[in-house]
Nanobody, 119 residues
Framework: QVQLVESGGGLVQAGGSLTVSCAASGSIDSIYEMGWYRQAPGKSRESVASIRRDGTTNYADSVKGRFTISRDNAKNTVSLRMNSLKPEDTAIYYC?????????????WGQGTQVTVSS
């Protein structure tokens, strides 16, 4: 089993910054990718940013230039630095880790952390 523990959510004013972090532990053979998703009330869960083992990053268009994802491979952690936050960034942010076991890729989710941006 793989456990993901998220931290760093909270309340911030529009224009402010916040960092959310996620630490993976357990039966980790090889982490292929770590990333962040978010789900706002009444909306589907969407991908925000991801980073692969080789450092390749991917961002949703809505956060490009404002959010930065980083990863510590030695500690199996991933962080998302969020700048210039907007009220529409308000959501529960979920960490997702994809483990590679040979030819098989397994995804694991964190419990989520609330990010609220006030106007």
């Amino acid at each position: 089993q793989v456990q993901l523990v998220e931290s760093g959510g909270g309340l911030v004013q529009a224009g402010g910054s916040l960092t959310v972090s996620c630490a993976a532990s357990g039966s980790i053979d090889s982490i292929y990718e770590m990333g962040w998703y978010r789900q706002a009330p009444g909306k589907s869960r969407e991908s925000v940013a991801s980073i692969r083992r080789d450092g390749t990053t991917n961002y949703a268009d809505s956060v490009k230039g404002r959010f930065t994802i980083s990863r510590d491979n030695a500690k199996n952690t991933v962080s998302l630095r969020m700048n210039s936050l907007k009220p529409e960034d308000t959501a529960i942010y979920y960490c997702k880790t994809t483990i590679q076991r040979g030819p098989i890729f397994l995804g694991y989710w964190g419990q989520g952390t609330q990010v609220t941006v006030s106007s």
